[in-house]
C-alpha cells in the first residue's frame, strides 16, 4: 500500500477536531447512497415499463403487416403472397388475416362496444403471434360450427366483461358494410358464439380484440376465398424487425407495403425512452449535488491538515502524492455511497417487483402493476456517473492542498 492510500485511510477513520467535517461527511456520503438508489430504481422502473409494454406489444402481434400497397384494397392471391413471404430468409412464417372494425353487442349490452374483428387461421396464429397461451378455451376449434350451426369468436378479456358474456354465450358483431336492397341498407351483422376469452394483458388489446376464424371472416366481410386484408409475419430476431421490413419491402417490390411493429408503435416507444431519459436526469441531479459536497469536505479537511501537508511536503513527500492522498480520499467516499446505494436500489426494485406491491389502473397505464426490471447497462452507467462526478470534484482541494508552500504550512507551528 503506498503512502497516499495508507494516509487517505487514516484522515478518513481519524477522529476530527471540528464535528462539521463529521456531519458534512455524512451528509455526503447518505447524499450519494440515496441519489444512486433513487436512480437505479428509477432506471429499473422505466426499463421494467418498457420491457412488459415491449413484450406485451409483440405477442399480441405480428411483426411485419403486408399490405396491397397504398390503395387499401384486400391483396387478391392471398396464398402466392404467403409464399413470396415465406422465401424471403428473415421470414420465419407468415399467414394471411381478414381485419374490419365494427361493433359487438349482446343481451345485456344492446348498446355495443367498438371492436376490431381480426379473422386468423388458428393453425398458422400460433406461428404469428402468442395467441394460443392467451386463450383460455378452445382456439383449435374456432373453424368449428357452434350452436346451431352459429361460427365462433373469441373476446378480449376486459371485451367479454363489458359485454356481460363468456363461453358458450352469444354476441352479435356488426360492421360497416351494408346488406343492400331496392328499399333500404342496414349494416352487416352476424351472431357468433363465444368460444373463448384471450388475456393478452394489454387493456387496448383485450377491451377490443374480437377474433373469428379466416374463411368466417372472408364470409362476413364479402371477401373471396383467396383474398385476405394483409398477411402478417414473424421474423426469425426480433431485435431487428425494422431491418427485416426493410428486407421484406425490397424483396417484394412496390406492389406491397410492409409495417413493421416498431413504426406502428414509434411514438409509444419513442415516449417511454423519452420519459426514462427525462426521470434519469432529474433523479441524477441528487446524485451530482450529493457528490458535489465532497468539495466541501475536502477542502475543510485541508484546511485541518495543512500543519501535516507542510510535514509530508518538508519530508520530500512531491506534490503528486499529496495531490494522490486527497484524490483517494474523495473516491473513498464515493465508491463506498455508490456500492451502498446500487445494493440498497437494486434491493427494493426487486423486492417491489418480486411481490408486485405497486398497482396499476389497466385502463391508464395498460399493465396491471408497476414492474421493475435491472438491467446491469443501467447500472453500470450509474455507477460510473457517479464516480466520475466525485472525481471532479475532488481535483480542486487535491490541487489546492499540493500547492500549499511547507514553510507557509509551519511558521506557526
Do not use: C
Not at 402466392?80 to 349490452?109: C, F, H, K, W
Not at 376449434?141 to 354465450?169: F, N, Q, Y
Not at 411493429?261 to 431519459?277: D, G, P
Not at 492522498?325 to 426487486?350: E, K
Amino acid at each position: 500500500m503506498g503512502y497516499p492510500l495508507f494516509i487517505a485511510r487514516r484522515y478518513l477513520l481519524a477522529r476530527r477536531k471540528q464535528a462539521i467535517i463529521y456531519v458534512i461527511s455524512l451528509i455526503s456520503v447518505l447524499g450519494i447512497i440515496v441519489g444512486v438508489a433513487a436512480l437505479v430504481v428509477v432506471l429499473a422502473l422505466m426499463t421494467g415499463f418498457q420491457d412488459q409494454i415491449q413484450d406485451k406489444i409483440f405477442g399480441a402481434n405480428a411483426h411485419l403487416t403486408v399490405f396491397s400497397g397504398w390503395s387499401g384494397r384486400p391483396i387478391e392471391d392471398a396464398g402466392a403472397a404467403v409464399r413470396n413471404l415465406t422465401s424471403i430468409d428473415v421470414v420465419a412464417a407468415a399467414a394471411p388475416v381478414v381485419y374490419e372494425r365494427g361493433m359487438a353487442t349482446s343481451q345485456l349490452n344492446p348498446s355495443g362496444v367498438p371492436v376490431l374483428i381480426k379473422g386468423v387461421d388458428p393453425l398458422s396464429e400460433a406461428s404469428i403471434t402468442e395467441l394460443r397461451s392467451q386463450v383460455r378455451g378452445d382456439l383449435p376449434g374456432l373453424s368449428k360450427p357452434g350452436k346451431g350451426g352459429r361460427e365462433r369468436a373469441i373476446l378480449g378479456k376486459d371485451l367479454a366483461t363489458s359485454l356481460g358474456v363468456g363461453p358458450g354465450e352469444m354476441v352479435r358483431l356488426i360492421i360497416a358494410q351494408a346488406n343492400v336492397s331496392p328499399f333500404f341498407a342496414v349494416p352487416r351483422s352476424r351472431e357468433f358464439e363465444v368460444t373463448g376469452i384471450a388475456d393478452a394483458g394489454f387493456y387496448d388489446y383485450d377491451s377490443s380484440r374480437v377474433y373469428i376464424a379466416l374463411e368466417a371472416a372472408r364470409r362476413f366481410s364479402g371477401l373471396s376465398a383467396d383474398q385476405a386484408t394483409a398477411i402478417e409475419a414473424r421474423v426469425r430476431d426480433r431485435h431487428r424487425v425494422s431491418a427485416a421490413a426493410r428486407r421484406v419491402q425490397e424483396a417484394l417490390g412496390d406492389a406491397y407495403y410492409v409495417n413493421d411493429l416498431i413504426r406502428m408503435n414509434r411514438t409509444f416507444f419513442s415516449a417511454l425512452r423519452l420519459e426514462k431519459l427525462g426521470m434519469s436526469i432529474a433523479i441524477g441531479l441528487i446524485v451530482v449535488v450529493a457528490a458535489l459536497n465532497i468539495i466541501s469536505i475536502l477542502s475543510l479537511m485541508v484546511m485541518e491538515k495543512t500543519r501535516d501537508i507542510g510535514v509530508l511536503a518538508a519530508m520530500g513527500a512531491d506534490t503528486r502524492g499529496i495531490r494522490r492522498v486527497f484524490l483517494l480520499q474523495g473516491l473513498i467516499i464515493a465508491a463506498a455511497g455508490t456500492s451502498v446505494g446500487v445494493v440498497l436500489g437494486a434491493a427494493l426494485a426487486y423486492v417491489l417487483d418480486r411481490w408486485r406491491l405497486v398497482s396499476l389502473p389497466v385502463d391508464v397505464y395498460f399493465i396491471p402493476y408497476v414492474p421493475f426490471h435491472i438491467r446491469l447497462l443501467d447500472v453500470a452507467i450509474v455507477a460510473t456517473m457517479t464516480i466520475g462526478v466525485s472525481f471532479l470534484a475532488t481535483l480542486y482541494p487535491a490541487w489546492r492542498a499540493s500547492r500549499l508552500d511547507p514553510s507557509e504550512a509551519l511558521r506557526y507551528e
